[in-house]
């Protein structure tokens, strides 16, 4: 057996920042190198940041990101550092012919490279490409053919991206043809609720099935809709997890491993061979292997809430309201807050991502506002420290009804409910103008689903950070939230009126939301699976909805798709957001 130590640097890139991101690996080097590794690994597309879309397709971005990589290289050695082997992810394109009928014109690919000693010393590409949910990877990149297997003090290192893990065959099958003692696997996995589970289990079953450890390498951060917690992990050939970084935070994951040494089974692929589709292509780093040497203590980090997942969620909502301000160039964020839930949420996630001296509460109270949701709006931005103003809208309503009715069109009803939110947006909106503050969209998903919201009124904004939020798991997060804060003896930032008390858009007298709307417990349930599973009406009324309120629920949510095309982005935490992940045609008369 030989020793290797192994460095995963769980970092935060931004796409297009091919500069920022080339410092990052820099950085990430210099504390391998101070740590001792023999070689170190960076996510999925580093170098350009992940998911680029459709940047794959400019030729002045691909160029750019393989002349970044040749530059990395060369940095890598000015730094001290050219005899680390460093494996990085980013865009290249195919050499030779071009791309054949329905690829993308250009060939770009989702590659990866070895750098050692100042070149680029082996590429490859990412074979299987997802086209489901949020990704577009089979419209943005032409699949790679090779397995490269790079020879490092002695182990031979099998390199695979992301989707090669996720499915069967190709890359999987051919490392284990190839013999290697360690499978590295770079990747761009977003975060999904229950999803750590998932990916552990995938990375022991890859790792029984191809006989070796499995080194699993994963970004961080928030990328528009996306985040990424991280959660970067190795098991043994057997599957038994030997380290594990934490979630949501930028880390390098270094572990000791004893692997098999190179080229002792003559049933080991050789270079050129071709095994399930793809190409073995063979590249030795280092030859001889390590001097005997103490192993570090490996760390396994804990998953927090062994019971419970809601506040794994909360940080994945922190993370990617933090990152979406700041990689946007917003100083600051402004939230309508009127003393309900959703927007007490929305403020206290905002307050943990960016701090209180960066939030801007704004109360817009109508003449149906109730006293209570005024002194709880009030209470909500004294517990958190952050700046709160009042701009009382009757006058404006008012002034807008008088002009309507000399114009002989008088408002009532839902028209004179929708003005009110109207007016709040317009005002929101002329405070971001004026003031710089991305304006957070406060809604939910249960919210968005069935359209019960005001198109350019409470819709309004840059961002939505708990628009992939359910209604009941906004009033789970909101105490969790408040049970941490205690737990750590601070104030619950909440109140808890706000909580306790029915919801309602305050709109007309004595409004709640059940008005208009089923008790939430049993719409999300009914949501849930319209929305995350694709069944239709006799689906669910065989899985034992009320019919009634099945159809009441389809019909609100499929005429509410033109709204939800007009809406904020907002982070992704659920496995099917109202964004990239669904996507339904507005026109359509299919309704059951």
């Keep these: 057996m030989a020793q290797l130590r192994i460095a995963l640097?769980?970092?935060?890139?931004?796409?297009?920042?091919?500069?920022?991101?080339?410092?990052?690996?820099?950085?990430?080097?210099?504390?391998a190198r101070e740590r001792g590794a023999h070689l170190l690994a960076l996510p999925e597309m580093v170098v350009t940041g992940y998911p680029v879309e459709?940047?794959?397709?400019?030729?002045?971005?691909?160029?750019?990101?393989?002349?970044?990589?040749?530059?990395?290289?060369?940095?890598?050695?000015?730094?001290?550092?050219?005899?680390?082997?460093?494996?990085?992810?980013?865009?290249?394109?195919?050499?030779?012919?071009?791309?054949?009928?329905?690829?993308?014109?250009?060939?770009?690919?989702n590659a990866v490279a070895v750098l050692y000693r100042g070149e680029v010393a082996l590429t490859s590409a990412k074979h299987h490409l997802p086209n489901y949910g949020v990704f577009d990877e089979f419209r943005n990149f032409v699949p790679g053919d090779t397995l490269p297997v790079v020879r490092v003090r002695g182990v031979d290192v099998a390199i695979a991206v992301c989707e090669d893990l996720w499915q069967e065959g190709g890359p999987v099958t051919a490392t284990r043809a190839a013999r290697a003692g360690l499978l590295l696997s770079l990747n761009g996995s977003p975060y999904e609720r229950h999803k750590d589970d998932v990916r552990l289990e995938?990375?022991?079953?890859?790792a029984r099935e191809v006989g070796a450890a499995l080194a699993y390498v994963n970004m961080v951060g928030g990328q528009d809709e996306l985040v990424f917690e991280g959660d970067s992990l190795v098991v043994d050939a057997e599957g038994e997890l030997v380290a594990r970084a934490p979630q949501f935070t930028e880390t390098l994951l270094v572990a000791d491993l004893e692997l098999p040494e190179a080229g002792r089974d003559p049933r080991a692929a050789r270079d050129g061979d071709v095994v399930d589709g793809l190409t073995i292509v063979r590249h030795t780093v280092s030859a001889d292997?390590?001097?005997?040497?103490?192993?570090?203590?490996?760390?396994?980090?804990?998953?927090?809430?062994?019971?419970?997942?809601?506040?794994?969620?909360?940080?994945?909502?922190?993370?990617?309201?933090?990152d979406y301000t700041a990689k946007n160039g917003f100083a600051s964020v402004l939230v309508a807050i009127s003393g309900g839930i959703d927007s007490a949420l929305a403020a206290t996630i905002a307050v943990d991502a960016v701090g209180a001296d960066r939030v801007h509460g704004v109360l817009l109270p109508s003449a149906h506002s109730s006293d209570h949701s005024i002194t709880?709006?009030?209470?909500?931005?004294?517990?958190?420290?952050?700046?709160?103003?009042?701009?009382?809208?009757?006058?404006?309503?008012?002034?807008?009804?008088?002009?309507?009715?000399?114009?002989?069109?008088?408002?009532?009803?839902?028209?004179?409910?929708?003005?009110?939110?109207?007016?709040?947006?317009?005002?929101?909106?002329?405070?971001?103008?004026?003031e710089g503050h991305l304006v957070l969209a406060t809604g939910n998903k249960s919210e968005a689903a069935t359209g019960y919201s005001t198109l350019y009124g409470d819709s309004v904004g840059?961002?939505?950070?708990?628009?992939?939020?359910?209604?009941?798991?906004?009033?789970?997060?909101?105490?969790?939230?408040?049970?941490?804060?205690?737990?750590?003896?601070?104030?619950?930032?909440?109140?808890?009126?706000?909580?306790?008390?029915?919801?309602?858009?305050?709109?007309?007298?004595?409004?709640?939301?059940?008005?208009?709307?089923?008790?939430?417990?049993?719409?999300?349930?009914?949501?849930?699976?319209?929305?995350?599973?694709?069944?239709?009406?006799?689906?669910?009324?065989?899985?034992?909805?009320?019919?009634?309120?099945?159809?009441?629920?389809?019909?609100?949510?499929?005429?509410?798709?033109?709204?939800?095309?007009?809406?904020?982005?907002?982070?992704?935490?659920?496995?099917?957001?109202?964004?990239?992940?669904?996507?339904?045609?507005?026109?359509?008369?299919?309704?059951?």
């Excluded at 640097?9 to 504390?31: C, F, K, M, W």
């Excluded at 709880?376 to 309507?404: C, H, K, N, Y």
């Excluded at 699976?529 to 019919?547: N, Q, R, S, V, W």
């Design 202 to 206: 995938l990375c022991r079953r890859r």
């Design 376 to 434: 709880d709006a009030e209470e909500l931005a004294r517990r958190q420290g952050f700046a709160a103003r009042t701009i009382a809208i009757a006058p404006m309503v008012d002034a807008f009804e008088a002009a309507t009715e000399k114009a002989e069109a008088r408002l009532g009803g839902l028209a004179a409910e929708n003005l009110q939110a109207r007016v709040r947006g317009t005002l929101v909106m002329a405070l971001s103008n004026e």
């Design 9 to 31: 640097a769980q970092v935060n890139p931004t796409v297009g920042d091919l500069e920022g991101n080339r410092s990052i690996v820099v950085d990430a080097a210099r504390q």
């Design 462 to 592: 840059g961002f939505a950070p708990i628009k992939d939020c359910w209604k009941t798991l906004v009033w789970e997060l909101s105490r969790w939230r408040n049970a941490e804060a205690s737990r750590q003896g601070e104030t619950p930032p909440i109140p808890e009126n706000s909580i306790g008390k029915p919801p309602s858009a305050e709109l007309r007298p004595d409004q709640l939301d059940t008005d208009s709307l089923p008790d939430y417990t049993m719409l999300d349930a009914v949501l849930d699976a319209y929305i995350g599973t694709d069944k239709g009406e006799a689906e669910l009324i065989f899985a034992g909805y009320d019919p009634e309120l099945v159809r009441k629920v389809i019909r609100l949510v499929d005429r509410a798709e033109y709204k939800r095309r007009q809406s904020a982005p907002g982070t992704k935490i659920s496995a099917r957001n109202l964004g990239r992940d669904r996507r339904l045609p507005i026109t359509n008369r299919w309704t059951v």
């Design 54 to 109: 459709d940047l794959a397709l400019r030729n002045s971005f691909v160029s750019a990101s393989v002349k970044s990589v040749h530059r990395l290289a060369a940095d890598l050695v000015a730094e001290g550092l050219g005899d680390l082997p460093v494996v990085v992810g980013f865009l290249s394109r195919r050499e030779g012919p071009g791309a054949r009928y329905g690829q993308p014109a250009g060939a770009p690919q």
């Design 289 to 322: 292997t390590v001097e005997p040497y103490e192993p570090l203590e490996n760390v396994v980090t804990p998953r927090p809430d062994p019971l419970s997942d809601v506040g794994e969620v909360y940080r994945a909502l922190v993370t990617g309201l933090r």
